[in-house]
């Protein structure tokens, strides 16, 4: 079992930054590809980035390409995700997920373990 703790989250102006982690507690955490997800009001869960365990191999959504960044410190059980050039669109919460896997998935069925999400609020 793998638990997952998100933080970082917060209401920023469009144009902004912030800095999502996620903090995995459990079983080994080295060995698990890492994704992050985000719901919108009244909008299905959407794929964001993922990271494969050993950091080597990451995706991102079309709509984040060029201002996320994805990472993770195997060292510190973390994952991050540093949006710059916040979007009013990319307001929503953002889950962490992991999967017992070290190939990364774009796919939300593909992760087994999720956190409790936390709250990004772009301003226009």
């Known amino acids: 079992q793998v638990q997952l703790v998100e933080s970082g989250g917060g209401l920023m102006q469009a144009g902004g930054s912030l800095r999502l982690s996620c903090v995995a507690s459990g079983r080994a955490f080295s060995s698990n590809a890492m994704g992050w997800f985000r719901q919108a009001p009244g909008k299905e869960r959407e794929f964001v980035a993922v990271i494969s365990w050993s950091g080597s191999t990451t995706y991102y959504a079309d709509s984040v390409k060029g201002r996320f960044t994805i990472s993770r410190d195997n060292a510190k059980y973390t994952v991050y995700l540093q949006m710059n050039s916040l979007k009013p669109e990319d307001t929503g919460v953002y889950y962490c997920?992991?999967?017992?896997?070290?190939?990364?998935?774009?796919?939300?069925?593909?992760?087994?373990?999720w956190g409790q999400g936390t709250q990004v609020t772009v301003s226009s």
């Open positions: 997920a992991a999967r017992r896997y070290a190939v990364a998935t774009t796919d939300a069925n593909g992760y087994d373990y």
